[in-house]
């Protein structure tokens, strides 16, 4: 993984970008702006036509959820160096009382290595917008999440979150985990468990690890992602590090 201030993909690569999301538009429409951003930051992308040639293969899916085999395979095939692989979700739009609507989006990624699968980068950016309609709200808050993953991306400095300086940063290591669209779910969780920031580390060896910011002590972080996700359980806390494990 790249420290901060060193750019997370090498110049000069070809970078190949796939977004999965509920809906085909909300997918593209991210794809739009990672790719745009990879442009605009002097980095070579995949054509359009070759991303739907990619896309249509069957070690697409496979690639999706981190599969280094089918990451090898498709690399060599259309000849990409970098997979960025990427997941929007966008949450059900809630209506105030002044009639409008906020929604909440989250896109994450992650980037691979085409020759050896060797994760590059990793993040989950959010972000709430308002809209006069859900679907606009909703659309708003997905380009602003893009945009926050895209900077992350090309800078290579996690989005955060604007975590309060109370906070303290802890590093929750969960197993049993079988794929990045896991991991990042994981983030997800811990984002709404209250959170300040959350973005993933590293995922290796069936292990999630996220770096998270909270304002209370590792037991109450730890039962806070347990009632979001009841199927992932504490091990044990060592000082700042919380070991989880996926049932």
């Known amino acids: ?100 609507f906020t929604a909440t989006a989250v896109v994450s990624v992650t980037a691979c290595q085409g020759s050896d699968g060797r994760q590059l980068f990793a993040d989950t950016s959010t972000a709430k917008e308002v809209g006069y309609t859900g679907d606009e709200a909703g659309q708003k808050a997905l380009e602003a999440a893009a945009r926050q993953a895209a900077r992350a991306m090309t800078e290579g400095v996690p989005s955060g979150g604007g975590a309060a300086s109370a906070s303290r940063i802890f590093e929750v290591e969960v197993s049993g985990i079988r794929s990045f669209a896991e991991a990042h779910a994981v983030v997800e969780a811990l984002s709404k468990a209250g959170c300040g920031s959350a973005n993933l580390l590293r995922f290796a060896g069936g292990r999630a690890v996220v770096k998270a910011s909270w304002g209370g002590n590792p037991d109450s972080l730890a039962a806070a992602l347990s009632r979001q996700r009841g199927d992932i359980s504490l091990e044990r806390v060592e000082g700042d590090r919380i070991l989880m494990v996926r049932r």
Do not use: C, W
């Open 1 to 100: 993984m790249q420290g901060s201030g060193d750019s997370a993909l090498p110049k000069g690569k070809t970078i190949a970008v796939l977004v999965r999301s509920n809906s085909s538009q909300h997918a593209r429409s991210a794809e739009a702006i990672l790719i745009n951003s990879l442009i605009q930051g002097g980095y070579k992308a995949v054509d359009r036509d070759r991303l739907e040639s990619i896309r249509q293969n069957k070690a697409a899916a496979l690639a999706l959820e981190g599969d280094v085999d089918a990451i090898l395979k498709l690399s060599q095939t259309y000849g990409f160096n970098v997979l960025v692989s990427g997941r929007a979700t966008i949450h059900t739009p809630v209506k105030n009382e002044f009639g409008l």
